[in-house]
């Protein structure tokens, strides 16, 4: 545009007055209509409007045009001015469709850019110009404003050109599956072209991008991961599937709409991940439970992020772990093998117990839902096995007796907790009780205790888990034992001088009821002990009339000074029944069997016990037998070893130690359990009874096993047995009507 | 009496002589049933809370004919007698009828009270009247409510003086003559499998839940429900039932010909 035309149209514009006149439309028209052009070819040309803009004809000649169109629609020519602008711009854009479409090959794209911006640049300006248009005229009467309406004609002139559309479709697409091959694609490119896309509508973006993508995305996941199945293990599949969505959500950010990122991550979880879900956990010898078993915290985290974008994905991880942590812990309980050391039975439970935490910690994100299945699990198959209970008392026996020397407090309470977990798993609680009951009696009558504040830490733990009830016997136990120390010293004082002669004598008073039911079996002591226990009895009774004293030969011991045949001599501890049967042979040489059960009077199974002790243990044989057999038969006869030898002076030979049951013991125990839970169960049934008055069987079976759940399950037979025996007791009838139903009788 | 026509004289007269009951019962009952005599009877001896009038010193001579010669009670030579009169079977479930109606304490005596107090309910003063209502007493086994109550009394009746539960042995006894009555096709099988499997005494609750199960459970045991609260030793005579495979299809044809 020459300086001097300006000039021209600025004189005119100063001259003219303003007429209504159909040729002024025109004329003014034409004026714009060239502008347009002059707009367009200011494009063509290379010129940057910012040069031309910053020299000041070319703004003088701006605001002359848009005085023009301000006068257009003044005069009420915007129909003419808008569709004149609409037809010009499309003529345009027909010749700019045509220069994009000869582009070869890779300059397509870039063609493609250049144009729009310069499009976008060329509307702005006419924006600009027609700016009173856009404010007065198209709101009056709906018409698109010019923005949307430049943007409307670039797409339908443009993109969607048949010539065009397709082909911009299937460029794009291509990019990205090159981009997916490993090649570098031009970034910005494509940013921009995108972008352009999403300027022009969602539906735009959406139709000629979006939609093709995300179809074609699929087909190519799909391949690729059928491809990796058939080749890659569970931990290799799951890295490619991770560093794939990594990728796409990297393209998104880069040059897609972000709200394409969740479509097309859904996209490749579907079709890496959701699909194969099933193939992945039981993939053989790389799968879940192989990933388990190795400890392998980084494949199971990623397989755990990863399968929580699908729907199911983590139920499947959490029904595969916990049916093979059942299964394995089945075999652990149930192995003739395991179950021969109980102690270490119980420390396999504990070690499976951290395994499995320390996945779940590291590996699933602690999640509670993996938490809870995995203490369903261990609940489900340690109560399979019906000596657990008395298995974990065994274990806290031993840690409490002897594992506590160079051990931290610290430690001890972590041990403690560990069973205490164990112990909460259990269903027959009251088994357990019985058994620690028993336990904690051996060691606090063999000494053995290591330490009295472990031993209390964990009766308090054991009451805050079951209330007051379970503890208080055992606190009595030890109440008995602190009083029997007192009661020594009283002895002592007293008695002093009476009894220094006679051999030192230590006794626990046990009140019964705290502690494990015994009958007192016969046992007749050696004279040279009678004494002293008679001068005890007396001594107690004085103090405490009214009580019955039994003395309890099974649960004692003994210190002997011994003299064997060449001289050594030895210091022997051993159990009262030991020192019984020792003591006889300060008067014979040799005694039968039989012989020694007469004098003695011990029953038999713990006669032979003892006698075995001590003559058929290596390095303990203070005894010999004929014949030399391992077992104690009824017609042996047995001699002091006068060849005896041991390195050390003091030889332990009888300890009552906490030992696995027998199988007529375990019966016994059993049974006992089972006759006390019949009181304990009738007592709930009465108790609810009582406050509800009329309640059908059913809701009382429900009810009872409510209340007792926390010490053990009442098999719903015993319960029916006992409404029966309370029925007859007349503490209950049946309801005349209803027979199903029960009324409590006051 | 003035008031009434001569038949209807008559049939009071008859109605006191046949009843033992007193004019004012007799007018009563034949008004109640439009004079028909036999109707009039019916109604009569279904009300067995009403006392006759029975004259109470023959009563006492049909006591003192039973009764021990050194215990002030009917014991078990008097009830031989009183069978051999009757013409009955000391077996006879009757007994067990008339035991009821006497409200007697336990089986093989009856105290003074008892005999005298039964009778008078019934209606009873002679030998031949006593006679005549055994047929009815037997009838009333068959009233489904008179037997539950019949069947729980019996409980009472056959167990030891003092003991809460009733013998084994007797509880068998008594249910293979009452479920005769009844025809109960599982009662052999309970029996066999008491003395299989239980060996001990049975209590109040179990017998009388018996005979609801007798009643409501089908032999076959379709209807027979897991979760009814019945009592254990029932649950276990069911369990017992299909382990021995004694519940099986000809068992219900076999009982669906029957019925």
Redesign the interface.
């Known amino acids: 545009m020459s300086a001097q035309k300006k000039r021209n149209f600025q004189i005119e514009a100063f001259k003219h007055k303003v007429v209504v006149d159909p040729k002024y439309a025109e004329k003014t028209w034409k004026i714009l209509e060239h502008a347009i052009h002059e707009i367009y070819n200011h494009n063509a040309s290379g010129l940057s409007f910012e040069e031309l803009y910053r020299s000041s004809a070319l703004l003088r000649f701006y605001l002359y045009i848009f005085r023009n169109a301000y006068n257009m629609v003044l005069h009420k020519f915007g129909e003419k001015l808008y569709s004149g602008l609409v037809s010009t711009m499309t003529l345009h854009l027909k010749d700019i469709a045509k220069s994009i479409e000869s582009a070869q090959g890779g300059s397509f794209l870039e063609e493609l850019n250049r144009k729009w911006a310069d499009h976008n640049k060329a509307l702005q300006m006419i924006r600009d110009i027609l700016m009173y248009m856009d404010r007065t005229f198209i709101p009056s009467t709906q018409k698109i404003p010019v923005h949307e309406l430049g943007l409307n004609l670039w797409r339908d002139n443009i993109i969607h050109s048949g010539k065009i559309q397709s082909r911009l479709r299937d460029t794009l697409l291509e990019l990205v599956q090159r981009e997916r091959t490993g090649e570098v694609i031009n970034r910005g490119l494509m940013r921009n072209v995108i972008k352009m896309l999403m300027d022009l509508g969602s539906s735009v973006y959406q139709e000629d991008f979006e939609t093709p993508f995300l179809e074609v995305s699929a087909d190519f996941y799909r391949g690729e991961s059928q491809q990796f199945i058939d080749c890659c293990d569970c931990g290799d599949y799951l890295k490619k599937a991770e560093r794939r969505l990594n990728e796409e959500i990297e393209r998104v950010s880069h040059y897609l709409d972000a709200k394409s990122e969740v479509k097309i991550t859904s996209v490749v979880e579907k079709e890496m991940i959701e699909s194969h879900m099933h193939r992945l956990v039981h993939m053989e010898n790389s799968g879940l439970v192989n990933m388990i078993v190795d400890d392998k915290y980084e494949d199971l985290g990623r397989m755990y992020s990863l399968f929580r974008r699908v729907p199911n994905g983590l139920s499947l991880i959490r029904d595969v772990m916990t049916s093979h942590i059942r299964d394995k812990g089945k075999q652990l309980v149930t192995d003739p093998e395991r179950l021969k050391d109980p102690v270490d039975f119980v420390q396999r439970l504990l070690d499976e117990k951290d395994k499995h935490d320390k996945i779940i910690n590291l590996a699933f994100n602690n999640d509670k839902t993996f938490q809870n299945a995995l203490n369903s699990s261990f609940e489900y198959f340690i109560n399979l096995n019906p000596r657990s209970p008395e298995f974990i008392s065994l274990f806290v026996d031993d840690k409490l007796r002897k594992g506590l020397k160079g051990v931290s407090e610290e430690d001890i309470e972590i041990v403690l907790d560990k069973a205490m977990m164990l112990f909460r798993f259990l269903q027959e609680k009251d088994v357990f009780e019985k058994y620690y009951k028993q336990h904690l009696a051996k060691r606090l009558l063999s000494g053995k205790t290591a330490s009295d504040d472990a031993e209390r830490s964990l009766i308090v733990k054991l009451k805050t888990e079951c209330g007051y009830q379970f503890t208080s016997k055992l606190e009595g136990m030890f109440t008995d034992m602190r009083t029997s120390q007192d009661t020594m010293l009283g002895f002592y004082r007293s008695m002093g001088s009476e009894i220094a002669d006679y051999p030192t004598l230590v006794v626990h008073v046990l009140t019964t009821g705290s502690w494990p039911t015994q009958s007192s079996p016969t046992c007749n002591l050696p004279p040279e002990i009678l004494g002293i226990c008679d001068k005890f009895r007396t001594y107690y009774l004085g103090t405490h009339t009214g009580r019955r004293l039994s003395w309890q030969a099974n649960m004692g011991s003994a210190d002997l000074k011994a003299t064997f045949g060449k001289g050594q001599k030895h210091e022997l501890n051993v159990s009262t029944y030991q020192m019984c049967i020792l003591m006889l042979f300060n008067n014979a040489d040799q005694l039968s069997y039989k012989e020694i059960e007469q004098a003695t009077e011990i029953p038999a199974l713990d006669l032979k016990r003892s006698l075995q002790s001590l003559a058929c243990v290596k390095g303990k044989n203070v005894l010999r037998k004929e014949p030399m057999s391992k077992e104690v038969a009824e017609d042996d006869a047995f001699f002091v070893n006068d060849k005896f030898t041991s390195k050390l002076y003091k030889v332990k030979v009888g300890t009552i130690v906490a030992q696995k049951e027998s199988e007529p013991e375990k019966q016994e125990t059993r049974q006992r359990v089972e006759e006390d839970r019949k009181p304990q169960i009738e007592a709930a049934i009465v108790r609810i009874m009582k406050s509800r008055r009329v309640l059908?069987?059913?809701n009382i079976v429900a009810e009872v096993t409510k209340q007792l759940q926390s010490r053990f399950l009442p098999n719903p037979?015993v319960i029916?047995?006992r409404i029966?025996s309370l029925?007859?007791r007349e503490f209950l009838e049946?309801d005349k009507t209803d027979?199903?139903l029960y009324r409590y009788l006051a | 009496m003035n008031k009434l026509g001569r038949g209807h004289r008559d049939k009071v007269q008859q109605f006191m002589t046949i009843t033992g009951s007193s004019e004012k019962v007799a007018l009563q009952a034949l008004k109640t049933s439009d004079w028909h005599l036999e109707a009039a009877f019916d109604v009569f001896y279904s009300q067995t809370h009403i006392k006759s009038y029975a004259d109470t010193r023959r009563l006492e001579e049909l006591y003192n004919r039973y009764k021990d010669p050194y215990v002030d009670m009917i014991l078990v030579d008097g009830i031989t007698l009183l069978c051999n009169d009757l013409q009955v079977d000391p077996q006879d479930i009757v007994m067990l009828v008339l035991s009821w109606h006497m409200k007697a304490a336990t089986m093989c005596e009856f105290s003074k009270q008892e005999f005298i107090g039964g009778l008078q309910a019934l209606g009873i003063d002679s030998l031949e009247k006593f006679r005549d209502r055994m047929q009815y007493l037997r009838s009333e086994l068959k009233d489904e409510q008179k037997f539950r109550e019949i069947y729980n009394y019996a409980f009472s009746w056959a167990k030891e003086k003092g003991q809460k539960s009733l013998a084994l042995d007797t509880a068998i006894g008594m249910w293979q003559l009452l479920f005769a009555e009844k025809d109960w096709p599982l009662v052999e099988h309970w029996c066999q499998f008491l003395q299989a499997r239980h060996n001990k005494a049975i209590s109040r609750d179990t017998w009388s839940q018996l005979l609801e199960f007798a009643r409501t459970v089908d032999p076959t045991l379709s209807n027979y429900d897991a979760e009814g609260a019945w009592p254990y030793l029932i649950d276990e005579f069911v369990e017992y039932l299909n382990e021995n495979g004694i519940i099986q299809k000809d068992q219900l044809d076999e009982w669906s010909q029957k019925h």
Request: no cysteine.
């Open positions: 059908d069987h059913n037979v029916k047995k029966e029925i007859e049946r027979r199903k």
